[in-house]
Every structure is written in C-alpha cells, then in structure tokens.
C-alpha cells in the first residue's frame, strides 16, 4: 500500500481541518533550534523540508513519539545534496523525549531558504501499481519511484518516503494567501506567493481551486528519497534524490 498526501496551503481555511503529525515546509515544529542542520560544503543553515511522526502505517520509525526530520541545503552554492552521505542533507529521527515546547519562530541564518508551508488535509490509500498513467511521485510507504538505477542504502535501511520537486495543492480562496505579481501564459494564471520575509515562488492553475507550487531543488524535475533504520537505540535516516 502507498499513502498520498492531500496537500493545502497552511494558514488557511483549508488547513482547518488537518493532521496535525505532518508538515511540509515553513518552520519545523518539535526541534531545538539547537539541533537544526548546518551544511558541511558551505557551512550554511539547511532548509527544512519535512517532518511526520511515527505512524504504525504510513511511517513506522520503530517506536511510539518518534518524529522523522528532512532537511537539505537550497543555497545556492551547489552544494552535494543528492549524495546520503554528504552532509549537505539531513534526515533526523528525534525521540519523544526530545520534542521541544520551544517553537522555532525564525530562521536560523539569513541565507537560509524556506520553502512553502504546507500542511496535509487528507490521505489517500491504495495499492501500489506500476500500470498508472500518472503515478503518485508523492508518497509513504510502497516502493520508490527511481529517475536512474535503483540505490541501496545499506541491509538495515527501508524505503520510507518519496518527495517530488513540487506538488499539486488545494486553495479554495486565493485572498488567503500572501499574493503579490500575477501573469498569464495560455489561458493559465500564475501568481507570486510570498514565502518567509523576503523570498516568493510562483504557483501556477493546475484545475479547479488547484496550483502547482514549486518545492525543493532536487535538480532537473527531480525527486527526493528517504531510508530509515528503526534502530532500538539508535534510529536514523538517509536522503538522496535523483533527477532527469
């Protein structure tokens, strides 16, 4: 089986109803400032891109309170960030002793990207199937949906997630969203969604109260991957991504 996330932008009404156990972009929830991820290349803060905790289904990280983190470098210095072993990534598994009741309300360096704060409405559950026209790039569970050659992270490392380089994303109401610049191309709108401070990214029509928005940098219409080892003791994580 394979879990869908039915992604919203957070903040909004959309997002009144949502699980509360993930999120994709903005500000991690739970996690020390301390702890946050520093590039190894260009000694730079990483970007946070995703965090769920354990679930028995979706995402078993072996133990109850568990909580996975994904960060990696969107400097753009070109720093290695496809590479597992690199340290130009990130993936964190924090016990639920660790969960901090101190929110990080910013970022940690001015140079540090953020990407768009998204939140999960509902998840879609399936059977996993390699016949699909348009297969779920997004996705818990299942088996990876490789660009390249398949990669092996070691015996005790279990494919967990897959992240596409940008998402579909429900907005019933655009005056919701911090909007600046809009233009059209082929009867289709764009429109610049302010993210942080100072950053934007443009999202695009893609259906009825539906947009495309730009995520991560995983090189040329790319796609991110996660293991885990569900270690009793020691759990952990690695991140790679391939792309065209």
Not at 60 to 72: A, D, H, T
């Amino acid at each position: 089986m394979i879990h869908i996330p039915k992604l919203v932008f957070a903040g909004t009404t959309d997002a009144k109803v949502k699980d509360n156990d993930v999120k994709f972009g903005g500000l991690p929830v739970g996690l020390s400032i301390a702890k946050w991820p520093v590039c190894k290349e260009c000694e730079v803060p990483m970007t946070f891109l995703f965090q769920m905790k354990h679930h028995r289904e979706r995402l078993p990280l072996g133990k109850e309170g568990r909580v996975l983190y994904l960060f990696q470098c969107e400097n753009e210095g070109g720093c290695s960030t496809w590479e597992a072993d690199s340290g130009c990534n990130k993936a964190l598994i924090q016990e639920s002793g660790e969960w901090s009741n101190t929110s990080v309300t910013e970022l940690p360096n001015d140079k540090t990207v953020m990407l768009p704060d998204l939140a999960v409405q509902s998840w879609e559950t399936k059977e996993e199937s390699e016949d699909e026209q348009h297969p779920a790039w997004t996705h818990l569970g299942g088996t990876p949906i490789w660009i390249q050659s398949s990669e092996d992270m070691g015996e005790n490392y279990r494919f967990v997630v897959q992240l596409d380089y940008g998402f579909h994303v429900k907005a019933t109401n655009l005056s919701e969203l911090p909007i600046g610049e809009t233009s059209g191309y082929e009867g289709k709108k764009s429109y610049q969604l302010k993210v942080g401070e100072d950053d934007f990214v443009w999202i695009s029509e893609a259906g009825p109260n539906e947009y495309y928005c730009p995520f991560a940098n995983f090189g040329d219409s790319g796609s991110g991957y996660v293991f885990v080892d569900t270690d009793k003791q020691r759990p952990a994580g690695k991140f790679i991504w391939q792309c065209y």
